[in-house]
């Protein structure tokens, strides 16, 4: 079991990373510690800015860090990062368009029982809705360096959603393949595609796995890239297989599940089922706990793909 | 130059533009315009050819609204083509949009939405003491805007980290879009809030070139914390029917109204002749 939880990664590359780029800043909200970030602040105090519990300052302060050619991580909570502040990453990153690279950790459902809350289950669509702000929910610990080291080498905005706790790996370490906005195609199959994004990616392998004892030849797609989402991948997926089921953290409205289906309405009409968090506050429990209760494990995957294909 | 003519310029030029393009915000921009044209013209280390200069100052137009004042003096100063700017301001296609945006030279953030100016602001300011780099950040909002909280996340920031480089405008004509500031939201008392945060408040007159002029030199010169500056101005300033009437707010002259106007304003500036 992988102990080393996504966040520990963006500490650990940012950390190394800053040692040499003087333009990297990480602002925190009172969060450095449940961001993982505090060897970060120790370590690095003249590139650390503690914004205090103001989360609408703490994006507009990136941004004017940004607008003069600093590289300014905001991490703060995903749930408060995505509603509270939502009206800054709108005007002060997005349509300013501005070099900010906003962190939204313990996201999804990870603080589980801490309530609706601290969940953020609507920052796809709430993010992604803007222009100019890309979207990536990164699956494993290999993938989050990745995605991260990748993105620290342009100057456009981004959100990218991390959960609180460690996840099973997907990659190995060593062979992690990565193309910024190419989904990572997992397994091959030919029967069904399932497209999953953040930490349930393991459960779409998984559930991948089960299927091929049952002889249902099974493609999975990471598609960590939910905006800009891999069109091609999924019209490529809409034509080859039968059925594709998305799996996400994310309520039923406005996440990656429905890009896909509106992408394969307009051009490859195909069925999609969403495997989704409900239009309602969530059952109390932990994270895992509240994926099984929905369905969204790799057990409720198998379950929905045997049903609908 | 003589600032103060200027002014009335500028003055001239923003009742043009709004009365030629149909839109705009006449009362904040003709408040607003004093302390621009200070900025613009004497304090600001700012030239249209070195926008990429990392060392020039920066200003946020926070009361975003007031554009047309800024748009009038970048114009003039050569930030972008005049002519452009009045033939197309607002049109369908204009890249001179009704709020400020960083698309246009000469503008650092796009505004609009009130309260969001002087975070950026403490923004760039502490990356200025980051880089040990010595310009200057202006941010300029509104009595009304002050009713956001967010302004105060930022306030209470740029005192906790001594933002000595940073210097706010506080645009206290009293009126808003609905009424007096006191009767819609109590903004009394400006002077009392910002200093319990921390910071060096200076209080004058808002449309008098020189008070505005002194009250800049003394936040260059105070360290250790950062300067807001109470400009106590006349919504409307310059033009009489204009003046201290909330229902200006973003009124647009009709004909009659636009030949008083440029005639008080060919008037005043005849006086500077
Ligand atoms: C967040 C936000 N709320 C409301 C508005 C609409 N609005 C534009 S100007 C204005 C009044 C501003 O009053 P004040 O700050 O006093 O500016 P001034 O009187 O100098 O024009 C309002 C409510 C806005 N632009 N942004």
Known sequence: MNKIANKQVINDVLLAESATDKDIVVLCSDSRGSAGMKSYAEQRPEQFVEMGIAEQNLVSVAAG????????????????????????AKVDVAYSNTNVKLIGISGGVSYGALGMTHHSATDIATMGSMPNMRVYLPSDRFQTEALIKSVLKDDKPAYIRIGRNAVEDVYEEGHVPFALDKATVVREGTDVTIIA????????????????????????????????IDKEAVIQAAKETKLIVTVEEHTMYGGMGSMVAQITAANAPVKVVNLTLPDAPVVTGKSREIFKYYGLDAEGIVKTVTEQL | MNLEAKAVDIRKDIVDLIYKAGCGHIGGDLSVTDILVDLYYKQMNIDPQKMDDPDRDRFVLSKGHSVEALYCILADKGFFDKKELFDTYSKHLSKFIGHPNNKINGVEMNTGSLGHGLGVAVGMALAGKMDKRDYRVYAVLGDGEMAEGSNWEAINAGAHYKLDN????????????????????TADSQ???WKSFGWNVISISGNDMNAIDEAVDIAKETKDRPTVIIANTTKGCGVSFIENKAAWHHKVPTKAEYHQAMQELSERRAQYE
């Open chain 1, 65 to 88: 860090l940004a607008s003069c050619g600093k590289k300014p991580f905001a991490v703060s909570p995903a749930s408060f990062l995505s509603t509270r502040s939502m009206e800054q």
């Open chain 2, 191 to 193: 002077e009392e809030r």
């Open chain 1, 197 to 228: 994004c953040g930490e349930l990616v393991g459960d779409a392998k998984a559930a991948a796995e089960e299927l091929a004892q049952k002889g249902i030849s099974t493609r999975v797609l990471d598609m960590y890239c939910v905006k800009p």
């Open chain 2, 166 to 185: 940073l210097t706010a405008f506080v645009d206290r004509n009293r009126l808003q879009i609905s009424g007096t500031t006191e009767e819609v939201m």
